[in-house]
């Protein structure tokens, strides 16, 4: 993973000197103001390229999900196994700022995110109503409890604007399988542009949060 890492670090680094995070700013600053006046380290962006990588995996290996299931692939197993894994890998990343249980936790809110969109998947994809409003629901239930989460260990984020980040990359999702579903393959494709921005947004958001919080470590 290094190494891999270690071959898109300039790309990434362009990335995130050109674009800066679009988030909560702290203390009502723009956020460009605030990346400005906090000189840049090796540390604050190896997070910043760590967590894009990890919601860049996230939203690759959902859509892989959502098509196997969809499509009722040989692989849906594999994938499942692949994406759970990326829900490990963000607990393993704020273990050193949280600790072990705070990460394991988050892991378990992130397995859940998935393991129910899925279910909304499969709901939807055959018709049952009553599962789909079920799941659903279920669904925007566990981002209130990921926001809840991050939010309590880290007073940074501000919890409606990370809500609303949460509940937008949940919409996007399901712009994706809807269109899917309607073989909109050029809606599906404008989803798919979207929810990976979005997730890049956050990602830097969920940064920012942290680097603020532990300024020593950084």
């Known amino acids: 993973m290094k190494k891999r890492l270690s071959r898109f670090m300039p790309l990434f680094l362009s990335f995130v000197l050109i674009f800066p995070a679009f988030t909560k700013a702290e203390e009502n600053k723009p956020v460009e103001q605030v990346t400005a006046e906090r000189p840049l380290t090796q540390k604050t962006v190896q997070l910043r390229v760590d967590l894009r990588h990890l919601w860049n995996e996230h939203a690759f290996w959902t859509e892989k999900f959502v098509v196997s299931s969809i499509a009722g692939l040989e692989d849906q197993k594999q994938v499942l196994a692949r994406l759970l894994k990326n829900q490990d890998d963000f607990g393993n990343a704020i273990k050193p700022f949280y600790g072990e249980d705070a990460g394991n936790k988050l892991a ?69 399988v809807v269109a899917k579903l309607k073989k909109d393959w050029n809606a599906n494709i404008t989803a ?17 949060g942290i680097i603020k919080q532990f300024p020593n470590k950084f």
């Not at 789909?132 to 260990?153: C, G």
């Not at 542009?193 to 940064?207: K, V």
């Open 108 to 176: 378990q809110l992130l397995r859940g995110h998935i393991l129910i969109a899925g279910k909304v998947v499969t709901a939807a994809k055959s018709g049952n109503q009553a599962d789909l409003k079920k799941y659903n629901a279920e669904w925007f239930k566990n981002a209130d409890d990921i926001t809840n989460f991050l939010t309590a260990a880290n007073p940074n984020y501000n919890k409606k604007e990370l809500n609303d980040m949460m509940y937008m990359h949940l919409k996007l999702i399901t712009d994706g």
């Open 192 to 208: 798919l542009d979207n929810n990976q921005e979005h997730l890049m947004h956050m990602s830097d958001f969920l940064a920012e």
